[in-house]
């Protein structure tokens, strides 16, 4: 490979991927491969750099993921991560303990600042922890970078080895000054120069998609959100007619949102494309009712989504690949490799083991929400389509708790239209994203001196860059009020409206 590469060795943590990203956006091309990848094929790859990332496992653990100690003697500078880091302590003849008190989040971290790790960062710095067990002592040879009061070596390294580790998490946006320690490691440890750029991402990827369908026939599950869209306009731009887009209209859109995706990708608009509008919303009704189990509804979405597009295949005869657009967040807490699994999205755990197509592209796979933003500019992709917020595939199935009907869509789309209009006006910018959700609870209230029995809408909003952890948005408490006073008026069968405070972690962005 002619590009300078970094990878990343999974062991099986969340934010794998969230480490490879932050290094891509040091315009360094970064890879996650699985901790069992062999030294040969790492000598062959010849990377700049490795990451060990975290993962849940302890050390001593039956079944703990580990590599080969020869790895640090290749010569290739290594920063483990949280469990990356205590594989390299116990690998190396340290010791890894149970910590007296396990530290979960911002903690504040003590650094040595002439490590060239830690370089520009200050001495006392805010850092993301998340363990249970940490590294007691040091193994010979490492001198300590980086202490708290319940860790003794919250970071270490040897320098002439290149070798670094850290107990907390650098990529986590919480490390107040992670970016700037990946830098470091990726350009004054490393030695790269950042000449990767994400434009080279599109031309590769159209080339390889080029290679891989050939003259074949192509069906892209498109949504009309930001991820499929771009995925659609990046296999057009490969391919040309030999992409059919299939919009599904399950009944669990927002409101007015089938016709406003026919608009763009339609015939009347500005895209070249073969594009079929499905609607099949009693047939997902039908599908749904009764059932309350999240997963199962996922589930239920997913395979029903799937069969509605073998149907559509078939009536165009001979497709052999079908395109998604799932985008990195969505993969990771699908539970796919050795991480725990939060839940199924739609367009990958929740596919059905059977699948008619040949093989499934997903071209976007390893991007994450901002990334595929990027590469939708790249390709030309007008902005207000570029920044539409995200909407997931199992749409407002996933925004009801509990059983889905008819009915809970109807209330769900009018005060999620009523939140958005809201926010328009009031023009508050920055948030990652907005909506209503329908809980299932129904509680009294009193409304023209009669006594109501009905839901409770909530509102969420949320900052987020990566969509992996998320803060709940400070929204003035007037706009709040008004979107409640007109949910509770406009909106029948409701008469309770609460604002979502939850952060992600602990709590998910979307309610199932
Ligand atoms: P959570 O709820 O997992 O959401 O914190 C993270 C981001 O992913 C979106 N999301 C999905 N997107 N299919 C998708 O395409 C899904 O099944 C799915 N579930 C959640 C969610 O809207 C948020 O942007």
Same mark, same amino acid.
């Given at each position: 490979m002619d590009k300078e590469l970094v990878i990343v060795l999974d062991?099986?943590?969340?934010y794998n991927q969230l480490i490879a990203r932050r290094v891509r956006e040091c315009n360094v091309y970064c890879e996650v491969h699985p901790y069992t990848i062999g030294l040969d094929r790492i000598r062959e790859m010849n990377p700049k750099g490795i990451i060990f990332t975290g993962g849940p496992?302890?050390?001593?653990?039956?079944?703990a993921p580990r590599c080969s100690?020869?790895?640090?003697?290749?010569g290739i500078p290594i920063l483990g991560i949280c469990y990356g880091s205590q594989l390299m302590a116990y690998l190396l003849g340290g010791k890894v303990e149970t910590a007296p008190v396990s530290e979960y989040g911002k903690t504040e971290v003590a650094v040595d600042g002439t490590s060239i790790l830690f370089?520009?960062?200050?001495?006392k710095t805010v850092c993301w922890m998340s363990h249970t067990?940490?590294?007691s002592e040091a193994p010979a040879e490492f001198t300590i970078s980086a202490t708290t009061p319940v860790c003794p070596v919250a970071a270490m390294e040897i320098p002439e080895k290149k070798l670094y580790a850290t107990q907390?998490?650098?990529?986590?946006?919480?490390?107040?000054?992670g970016i700037k320690m990946l830098s470091n490691f990726v350009?004054?440890?490393?030695g790269c120069c950042g000449d990767w750029k994400m434009s080279s991402f599109a031309e590769d990827t159209i080339r390889s998609v080029r290679e891989k369908v050939g003259g074949g026939k192509v069906l892209c599950a498109l949504s009309g959100g930001v991820d499929s869209s771009v995925a659609a306009v990046l296999l057009s731009k490969a391919i040309g007619r030999q992409l059919t887009c299939v919009f599904v209209d399950?009944?669990?859109?927002?409101?007015?949102e089938g016709d406003e995706v026919e608009a763009v990708?339609?015939?009347?608009?500005?895209y070249d494309l073969n594009f079929i509008r499905v609607n099949c919303q009693q047939r997902f009704y039908t599908r749904l009712a009764g059932i309350t189990e999240p997963e199962q509804k996922r589930k239920i979405i997913g395979e029903e989504f799937i069969r509605v597009f073998e149907e559509e295949a078939k009536k165009i005869g001979a497709v052999d690949f079908l395109v998604q657009g799932t985008i990195y967040p969505d993969v990771i807490e699908s539970g796919l490799g050795k991480s725990a699994v939060i839940k199924s999205h739609h367009n990958v755990g929740?596919?059905?083991?059977? *699948?008619?197509?040949?093989e499934i592209i997903?071209?976007?796979?390893?991007?994450?929400k901002d990334e595929v933003r990027k590469v939708g500019r790249e390709l030309g992709i007008p902005e207000h389509l570029v920044n539409r917020q995200p909407f997931p595939g199992p749409g407002l199935g996933i925004r009801i708790i509990g059983e889905v009907t008819e009915e809970k869509v109807r209330i769900v789309q009018d005060a999620d239209a009523i939140y958005r209009e809201e926010i328009a006006k009031a023009d508050?910018?920055?948030?990652g994203q907005y909506f209503a959700a329908l809980t299932n609870m129904r509680s009294v209230g009193v409304m023209g001196d009669e006594r109501t029995y009905d839901y409770a809408v909530a509102l969420r909003a949320v900052n987020t860059t990566d969509f992996m952890t998320a803060e709940c948005s400070d929204i003035p408490f007037e706009v709040l009020q008004r979107v409640m006073n007109r949910i509770i008026n406009e *909106?029948?069968? *409701?008469?309770r409206v609460v604002y979502d405070l939850t952060s992600k972690p602990p709590g998910t962005i979307e309610f199932e």
């Open positions: 062991f099986g943590g969340q496992n302890s050390v001593y653990g039956e079944g100690e020869d790895i640090f003697e290749l370089e520009g960062v200050s001495q067990d940490y590294i907390f998490h650098p990529e986590v946006m919480h490390t107040q000054e350009f004054n440890v490393c399950h009944g669990l859109l927002r409101k007015n990708f339609g015939p009347q608009g500005p929740g596919l059905p083991d059977c *699948v008619d197509f040949k997903e071209p976007l796979r390893l991007l994450f508050i910018q920055g948030l *909106v029948g069968r *409701v008469n």
